[in-house]
């Protein structure tokens, strides 16, 4: 049935104005629903109070059992419609006019504006007495209800699992009356084992119960700093890391808040600990960074050498790296002074710098993985594949000297030998030597050594100590080379995030940080400052910059514990100490090892590599 509904009312300026609806259904409902199709509201009215349908070309008014309607002045409950009647209800009229073509019914509302503001309340159910149900029923059925699914049952199951019984099928699992969804590493590894960290009835989960699986998660400060603040105990971990009744991407929380609560007014709470405030990632927000330098002190003793390394923290613009290694980035970079062997292009900072599978770090940089396939070891040009053992300045002497008196002894050098040696911004100068092959061979093995440890080769990227001692087993000692693996090893760097910027890429990207092309000496740190980083990073959101928060630099819970000093007292007081003794002490004229004499060889630490000859 297609019906059209007019409804009168009243305008402002007290001319009458009219709304059309067009109405298509089976039939026309009327009640004081919402679902109705003629909604009327007031006293009397009931949610489903009549229908009016369409039998052939007739209209037909039915109210619903017990209800009735005035029409034309009557009480009807069932009557036929024609044109001209009148429905009145609760002060609503209903006036049945021609329908206009197209249309099976045509109606004319005539709202009651005197409605009370209480009947549009009583349209709606609010109230169990306007159901069927009663209150005191509802009432107990809900208190078995809770505590049968809320006690009883989790109880009985719970019993089943410290028993290690199977769970009846028709038993709910804990997911029943789980408030909200696991974190998924942590679904994965508990699935629906609740015990597994709610171990005891009526008691929150405590941190026994997170150590137990995170073992190697220590904690943001040592015990014994700790005593020194006013910040009281260490929070429980579901203080801040919470489960269940929040998103399972915010297990961490990753807002500054947490942060900068303490840290932006260290002054209060952090008692005999002095930290400078920090407010965010900006300038003036955060303090300027501060590297951690290794720095080196050497001692001579009867036995040896005594090397030493103490980490520092120095200030920015007045650090400076003290690795003992000679190098300069700047001729390295220059294509007018070093091109690569093999396709003759200049060389670009990953021929030596290799990220490591973390992003962060860069493997160690050594002579046979780095700096072999441009820097051969080679002493004779007579012997182009012969060269010196990296590492080993014993080795070093041994090697040449089984050089040259093999070479000396070579039945066919005749009765004149001629020894080689070459000299710096010299040819090739060759000397007669008439004497035993022997001596000439210790001869030139001599020169060759001192020429290794004092003008070229070793000497040339390696400091040496000339003791002058006569033995030339312990004459010379290469102070080991040693670099810092993580100058901030309190925060986080992620290198290979950085290795594309904006348009840069390759060597330009890492030119906009580091200034290598500049560097002459080694001794530059080349690490830029928070105003660098400010170009493209703060912590407001901002066009053309990328957001960060205080955890994408900072880890909350330390990777390494033994540098929780570093973390919390800015200076590192630990020494590592590298002892190289001194060489055995061989015949000067004899070679190989004699009996009974015990080797030594340099040590490494794993804290960094240390390099020889």
Same mark, same amino acid.
């Given at each position: 049935?297609?019906?059209?509904?007019?409804?009168?009312?009243?305008?402002?300026?007290?001319?009458?104005?009219?709304?059309?609806?067009?109405?298509?259904?089976?039939?026309?409902?009327?009640?004081?629903?919402?679902?109705?199709?003629?909604?009327?509201?007031?006293?009397?009215?009931?949610?489903?109070?009549?229908?009016?349908?369409?039998?052939?070309?007739?209209?037909?008014?039915?109210?619903?059992?017990?209800?009735?309607?005035?029409?034309?002045?009557?009480?009807?409950?069932?009557?036929?419609?024609?044109?001209?009647?009148?429905?009145?209800?609760?002060? /609503? #009229?209903?006036?049945?006019?021609?329908?206009? %073509?197209?249309?099976? +019914?045509?109606? @004319? &509302?005539? !709202?009651?504006? =005197?409605?009370?503001?209480?009947?549009?309340?009583?349209?709606?159910?609010?109230?169990?007495?306007?159901?069927?149900?009663?209150?005191?029923?509802?009432?107990?059925?809900?208190?078995?209800?809770?505590?049968?699914?809320?006690?009883?049952?989790?109880?009985?199951?719970?019993?089943?699992?410290?028993?290690?019984?199977?769970?009846?099928?028709?038993?709910?699992?804990?997911?029943?009356?789980?408030?909200?969804?696991?974190?998924?590493?942590?679904?994965?590894?508990?699935?629906?084992?609740?015990?597994?960290?709610?171990?005891?009835?009526?008691?929150?989960?405590?941190?026994?119960?997170?150590?137990?699986? /995170? #073992?190697?998660?220590?904690?943001?400060?040592? %015990?014994?700093?700790? +005593?020194?603040? @006013? &910040?009281? !105990?260490?929070? =429980?971990?579901?203080?801040?890391?919470?489960?269940?009744?929040?998103?399972?991407?915010?297990?961490?929380?990753?807002?500054?808040?947490?942060?900068?609560?303490?840290?932006?007014?260290?002054?209060?709470?952090?008692?005999?600990?002095?930290?400078?405030?920090?407010?965010?990632?900006?300038?003036?927000?955060?303090?300027?960074?501060?590297?951690?330098?290794?720095?080196?002190?050497?001692?001579?003793?009867?036995?040896?050498?005594?090397?030493?390394?103490?980490?520092?923290?120095?200030?920015?613009?007045?650090?400076?790296?003290?690795?003992?290694?000679?190098?300069?980035?700047?001729?390295?970079?220059?294509?007018?002074?070093?091109?690569?062997?093999?396709?003759?292009?200049?060389?670009?900072?990953?021929?030596?710098?290799?990220?490591?599978?973390?992003?962060?770090?860069?493997?160690?940089?050594?002579?046979?993985?780095?700096?072999?396939?441009?820097?051969?070891?080679?002493?004779?040009?007579?012997?182009?594949?012969?060269?010196?053992?990296?590492?080993?300045?014993?080795?070093?002497?041994?090697?040449?000297?089984?050089?040259?008196?093999?070479?000396?002894?070579?039945?066919?050098?005749?009765?004149?030998?001629?020894?080689?040696?070459?000299?710096?911004?010299?040819?090739?100068?060759?000397?007669?030597?008439?004497?035993?092959?022997?001596?000439?061979?210790?001869?030139?093995?001599?020169?060759?050594?001192?020429?290794?440890?004092?003008?070229?080769?070793?000497?040339?990227?390696?400091?040496?100590?000339?003791?002058?001692?006569?033995?030339?087993?312990?004459?010379?000692?290469?102070?080991?080379?040693?670099?810092?693996?993580?100058?901030?090893?309190?925060?986080?760097?992620?290198?290979?995030?950085?290795?594309?910027?904006?348009?840069?890429?390759?060597?330009?990207?890492?030119?906009?940080?580091?200034?290598?092309?500049?560097?002459?000496?080694?001794?530059?740190?080349?690490?830029?400052?928070?105003?660098?980083?400010?170009?493209?990073?703060?912590?407001?959101?901002?066009?053309?910059?990328?957001?960060?928060?205080?955890?994408?630099?900072?880890?909350?819970?330390?990777?390494?514990?033994?540098?929780?000093?570093?973390?919390?007292?800015?200076?590192?007081?630990?020494?590592?100490?590298?002892?190289?003794?001194?060489?055995?002490?061989?015949?000067?004229?004899?070679?190989?090892?004699?009996?009974?004499?015990?080797?030594?060889?340099?040590?490494?630490?794993?804290?960094?590599?240390?390099?020889?000859?």
């Amino acid at each position: 049935m297609d019906a059209l509904l007019r409804e009168l009312r009243e305008g402002p300026d007290g001319i009458a104005e009219y709304y059309d609806t067009e109405i298509t259904s089976k039939a026309l409902t009327i009640g004081s629903a919402a679902d109705r199709n003629i909604q009327l509201l007031g006293r009397g009215i009931a949610p489903e109070h009549a229908v009016i349908v369409l039998a052939g070309s007739q209209l037909m008014l039915e109210c619903r059992r017990g209800e009735v309607v005035r029409l034309n002045g009557k009480k009807k409950a069932t009557a036929r419609l024609n044109v001209g009647d009148v429905i009145e209800l609760a002060g /609503h #009229r209903l006036r049945i006019a021609q329908p206009p %073509p197209g249309f099976n +019914a045509a109606i @004319e &509302l005539q !709202p009651n504006d =005197r409605i009370d503001a209480s009947a549009f309340e009583s349209a709606f159910r609010t109230d169990l007495s306007q159901t069927w149900l009663g209150k005191r029923a509802m009432a107990w059925t809900g208190v078995v209800l809770v505590l049968l699914f809320g006690l009883a049952l989790p109880f009985f199951v719970m019993k089943l699992h410290h028993g290690g019984m199977a769970t009846p099928s028709w038993v709910p699992g804990d997911k029943f009356w789980n408030s909200g969804p696991l974190h998924q590493v942590h679904q994965q590894a508990i699935g629906d084992r609740c015990e597994t960290c709610h171990q005891k009835l009526f008691q929150r989960v405590q941190d026994a119960a997170c150590t137990e699986c /995170h #073992r190697t998660t220590h904690d943001h400060i040592m %015990p014994a700093r700790l +005593a020194l603040t @006013e &910040l009281g !105990p260490t929070p =429980r971990c579901a203080t801040c890391h919470r489960e269940h009744n929040e998103p399972q991407t915010f297990l961490v929380n990753s807002g500054d808040g947490m942060c900068v609560d303490c840290h932006g007014d260290p002054k209060h709470g952090f008692g005999q600990i002095e930290k400078e405030p920090v407010l965010g990632f900006g300038l003036q927000r955060h303090p300027e960074f501060k590297p951690h330098l290794l720095v080196s002190t050497t001692a001579q003793s009867g036995a040896g050498f005594t090397y030493e390394w103490k980490t520092l923290v120095a200030e920015l613009d007045k650090a400076k790296e003290q690795s003992n290694l000679k190098f300069s980035h700047q001729q390295h970079l220059d294509p007018d002074q070093v091109l690569r062997r093999g396709d003759s292009k200049p060389m670009n900072c990953a021929d030596c710098h290799r990220l490591e599978p973390d992003g962060e770090h860069f493997a160690p940089i050594r002579m046979e993985g780095q700096c072999s396939s441009c820097h051969e070891l080679t002493f004779d040009p007579a012997a182009p594949d012969r060269q010196l053992p990296h590492g080993k300045p014993r080795e070093v002497v041994l090697t040449l000297q089984d050089y040259f008196t093999r070479k000396f002894s070579d039945p066919n050098a005749g009765k004149v030998t001629r020894e080689r040696r070459r000299l710096p911004g010299h040819d090739d100068e060759e000397e007669t030597c008439t004497g035993a092959p022997f001596d000439c061979a210790m001869r030139s093995a001599r020169k060759e050594i001192e020429s290794q440890f004092t003008r070229r080769g070793c000497i040339g990227c390696h400091g040496v100590i000339d003791t002058k001692a006569p033995n030339v087993f312990e004459r010379f000692n290469v102070i080991p080379i040693k670099f810092a693996r993580d100058y901030f090893p309190a925060n986080r760097f992620d290198h290979r995030s950085h290795q594309i910027q904006g348009k840069l890429t390759g060597d330009e990207a890492c030119m906009s940080c580091h200034a290598a092309k500049k560097s002459e000496d080694a001794s530059d740190l080349m690490v830029p400052g928070i105003t660098k980083c400010t170009e493209c990073h703060g912590d407001k959101a901002a066009a053309e910059r990328v957001t960060v928060q205080c955890v994408s630099c900072h880890e909350y819970h330390p990777r390494d514990p033994s540098l929780l000093d570093v973390f919390t007292s800015g200076v590192n007081s630990r020494i590592t100490t590298l002892f190289i003794p001194k060489a055995g002490r061989p015949q000067e004229r004899g070679l190989g090892n004699p009996a009974g004499e015990q080797r030594s060889e340099t040590k490494r630490t794993p804290a960094g590599e240390l390099a020889g000859s």
